[in-house]
């Protein structure tokens, strides 16, 4: 089952705002969300994750022209967005129409006219990233079962399995499973298709681009392609060229990090368990070219994660569950701004570390064209991502947490697995119905 974001970005009522904050907050400290809250996340089989927060008015552009507080609901879930917001007005009316009924547009009680409401305001993402594709959250919770069952027979019987082979030791578990599930342990559910082939279509696009250049510089294809050739030629140097003029006259941030009330809300809440949530808005620097190059940048993101970040790595990142990158619409001020979020294991410091060493590239290419307000650009960079940027570390750190904004509520659906526990789970999972190398499944147990 494909997995998909959701996005709902609404417009606070300015006389509803505090409201909306008290009655979002005690949610919100309840992260495991078992308090008998007015909604129970977990009730929802097709959710991993979830997050309420509020964009203020006057964020991150103070002085600025005003602009209306935003309602932020983002959503990682199973299957579509559509079947996603009709289960959630079901079974947690109460709680949508509390919720929205303190946002512009709010349509009333009626079902389906609260539904088209939240469709329409759904922004969905400009780049998507997945770490487990195909990976739906009761097969994530079944794997977990599956390992803690094998875990819980090895332990118990640790003095008969000492000294058995490898197969002896698999057959042991096979069977005690199959007394566990009496109907036969469940099977494994096939990959999606780019998720196996994903990286090998990928080097084909790239083959027959690289092909299609050379051949159209060398006049191989005929006229028509030699034309494109010469016309792509021509426009990379004529975007490296104006590239170059934005650059130099950017004016990077050097404010440091500001330890202010709403730092101070969003550090109390990290750490709390193996994962953390990020959420970063940023205005996008002045003008249509900055605003086309991070467009396609994100395009360019979001196909690498589709074909060949499917396995649990971006870019050398292994530790996030979810991410998004979203282009908010223009606000009363006339700004643009790019929404980041993200659900990710470990700290923040070792999350934004993991970024400058193996993903620096993709992270200047995106944010080189975001600032925290006017002379307050992203560290200085040169030819969008090939030097400076991200690679300025404590600039960058700090310019990272100037954007950060609290969330009001998060909910993770499986707050005790990180990215290599769920990988590891399938491997043990698949492992029951092979005896190929079994040491290597032997090693994940």
């Known amino acids: 089952m494909q997995q998909n974001p959701m996005t709902v970005i609404t417009e606070i009522l300015p006389d509803k705002l505090e409201e909306l904050k008290s009655y979002l907050e005690p949610i919100g400290l309840d992260i495991k969300n078992k308090k008998g809250q007015e909604i ?25 022209s005003p602009a209306p507080a935003l309602l932020a609901f983002e959503a990682n879930i199973d299957g579509e967005v559509k079947a996603f917001v009709n289960e959630l007005i079901a079974k947690n009316p109460q709680f949508v129409n ?17 539904a088209a409401y939240l469709l329409a305001n759904d922004q969905g993402a400009n780049a998507f990233y997945v770490a487990h594709p195909g990976q739906n959250r009761n097969t994530i919770y079944r794997q977990r079962e599956i390992r803690g069952h094998i875990q819980k027979f090895i332990d118990e019987n640790r003095s008969q399995l000492v000294g058995q082979s490898e197969t002896q030791i698999h057959a ?6 199959n007394t566990v599930y009496p109907g036969g342990i469940p099977k494994i559910e096939a990959q999606p298709f780019f998720t196996l082939y994903g990286d090998k279509v990928f080097n084909a696009l790239l083959a027959v681009v690289g092909i299609v250049l050379v051949g159209g510089f060398f006049g191989w294809f005929g006229p028509f392609t030699e034309f494109l050739t010469t016309t792509a030629v ?5 975007f490296g060229v104006v590239l ?12 440091p990090w500001v330890v202010s009330e709403q730092m101070q809300a969003i550090q109390r809440v990290e ?27 994100l ?31 223009g606000n009363a001020g006339g700004r643009r701004r790019l929404l980041f979020m993200s659900n990710y294991d470990g700290s923040w410091e070792n999350y934004l570390g993991e970024f400058i060493d193996h993903a620096s590239v993709g992270l200047t290419a995106v944010w080189s064209n975001t600032q925290q307000a006017k002379d307050r650009g992203f560290p200085d960079t040169q ?34 697995l990180s990215v290599k526990n769920i990988d590891n789970n399938r491997r043990i999972h698949g492992g029951l119905f092979s005896t190929a190398d079994l040491a290597a499944w032997l090693k994940c147990l």
């Open 172 to 177: 042991a578990v096979v069977q005690h499973l």
């Open 98 to 114: 509390k919720v929205y009924s303190c946002c512009a547009g709010y349509p009333g009680s009626d079902a389906g006219q609260l």
């Open 299 to 329: 395009a360019g993101i979001n196909l690498v994660a589709k074909l060949v970040a499917t396995k649990g790595n971006l870019s050398g990142i292994v530790t996030i569950h979810f991410a998004r990158w979203v282009i908010l619409p």
């Open 40 to 64: 129970s996340f977990a009730a929802y089989e097709h959710l991993h994750y979830c997050t309420f927060f509020v964009i203020p008015g006057d964020h991150p552009s103070p002085g600025s």
């Open 234 to 238: 021509l426009g990379a140097i004529a």
């Open 244 to 255: 170059r003029w934005h650059e130099m006259r950017d004016k990077q941030d050097d404010k």
């Open 383 to 416: 030819w969008l991502a090939l030097r400076g940027g991200s690679r300025d570390e404590q600039r960058f750190k700090n310019f990272a947490r100037n954007s950060q904004l609290p969330e009001l509520v998060w909910y993770s659906a499986y707050t005790d």
């Open 271 to 297: 750490d709390r368990q193996l994962q953390n949530h990020l959420t970063s808005v940023i205005e996008i620097k002045p003008g249509n070219f900055r605003f086309y190059t991070l467009k396609v940048v």
